[in-house]
Structures are given as structure tokens and as C-alpha cells.
């Protein structure tokens, strides 16, 4: 994997924006591409390239959550996937999360290890 640094962002962007809108149109549409850019460039999230992907991580706390993550190549994700979770204890993280409205992340994430957490509702 390869950190994109602020500055280099723009030298990736198409190809990630085309990612990520690509994740929005499963479901995710609490966010938009240029909230994850903007948060990439203040240094609040990072950008991981991998493989023929992305992923993207946001620290919070003691947790590491993988906001968005991309890939033609299933290998990809999976090694997205470790890698962060080095990324994770480096930063002393004690959790790695993510969220997901795509129902099959349910069995996919707890073949990962993944166990779910929250549940909620919209009023």
C-alpha cells in the first residue's frame, strides 16, 4: 500500500472519485467524495492506494475506521485490510471498524472478524 500524501491528491483523485462514487452508489450516501478529499487534505483521514484500489481510514479515538475502501480485486481489499490493522496498532488503536448498509458485509465481516456494534433508526 501506498500513503497519499495532502499534496499529492490531486495526482490520484480521478481515479479514487470514480471509486467512491462507485461505493455511493451501493447506498453510501451520508457522505459525497469531496468530504472524504477535503478530510484527506487537513490530514483527518488518510489515503491508502492498493493494488488496483483505495482505502481510506480515519482515526477516531482508540478506534481506526475505514470510511471508504475500492477495489476491482478482492486480494486487494483483504490486503487493505491488514495493512490497516498495522496502521491501527501503530497508532495505538485497539479497534479497526467500518459501516456498511450492504447486507453482505453481515456475512463477509464476521468471516473477517468483524462483529457488529450498533444499530440504529432513522427518525
Request: charged share 25%; proline share 3%; with cysteine.
Amino acid at each position: 500500500m501506498r500513503y497519499v500524501a495532502p499534496n499529492e491528491l490531486r495526482t490520484v483523485w480521478d481515479e479514487v472519485r470514480f471509486g467512491l462514487e462507485a461505493v455511493r452508489a451501493k447506498g453510501h450516501s451520508e457522505w459525497l467524495p469531496e468530504d472524504i478529499y477535503c478530510d484527506c487534505y487537513e490530514q483527518r483521514a488518510m489515503l491508502w492506494m492498493v493494488g488496483q484500489g483505495f482505502m481510506v481510514l480515519q482515526p477516531n479515538g482508540k478506534e481506526l475506521h475505514i470510511w471508504a475502501a475500492y477495489s476491482s480485486n478482492h486480494q486487494d481489499v483483504l490486503d487493505g485490510l491488514e495493512h490497516a490493522k498495522v496502521i491501527a496498532r501503530q497508532g495505538g488503536c485497539d479497534k479497526l471498524t467500518f459501516s456498511s448498509v450492504r447486507r453482505g458485509w453481515e456475512k463477509s465481516a464476521r468471516l473477517l472478524g468483524f462483529k457488529p456494534k450498533v444499530w440504529s433508526m432513522e427518525l
